[in-house]
């Protein structure tokens, strides 16, 4: 089947929720997801976004997307790609199409001078990481990944 990859538009902000809405429930978290066509249109597509999306397409059908920024390693002193979500639809799964996506990305990345092409992936994603293991992607075990959000963020922000 013939895939195609296309910058994502702000008309796409439906297609891009329900990609999310279902990335999420595969990822046993669909309760979580927060995001509104609105939220999306002002994030990702908005003045002053940091955020790039792009839509892959089968036969000129949403088939996948993946969302990304740039981060910035101060010891390389390049900016890097992060990765934030990338996701194929069932249908498509198994068919090269998520490899695509990242050949894609790492195509980006080169092009703008990135130092490093980075993401995470749930550790019970066994598919997924074996797709990143046969290109050659290498786990960085060394590092704990941290988060604070909600009211932990809030309580923080505020605390004297």
Known sequence: MPFTIR???SDD???ILGF???LAVFEKAGHEVEATEETIRASIFG???????????????PA???VWFYNYSTWQAKNGLCLEDLYVSPDHRGSGAG????????????????????????????PAIRV??????????EWIRYRMSGE???????AE
Request: glycine share 8%; with cysteine.
């Open 7 to 9: 910058p994502a538009t």
């Open 13 to 15: 902000a439906a297609t």
């Open 20 to 22: 999310i809405t279902e």
């Open 47 to 61: 003045e002053g976004s940091v955020t790039h999306a792009v839509i892959l397409e089968a036969d000129g059908k």
């Open 64 to 66: 996948g997307f993946a």
């Open 99 to 126: 490899k695509l996506l990242l050949k894609h990305l790492a195509q980006v990345a080169v092009e703008k001078g990135c130092g490093r092409f980075e993401w995470s992936v749930l550790d019970w994603n066994e």
């Open 132 to 141: 990143y293991d046969a290109i050659g992607a290498e786990p960085q075990t």
């Open 152 to 158: 932990a963020l809030a309580d923080f922000a505020r």
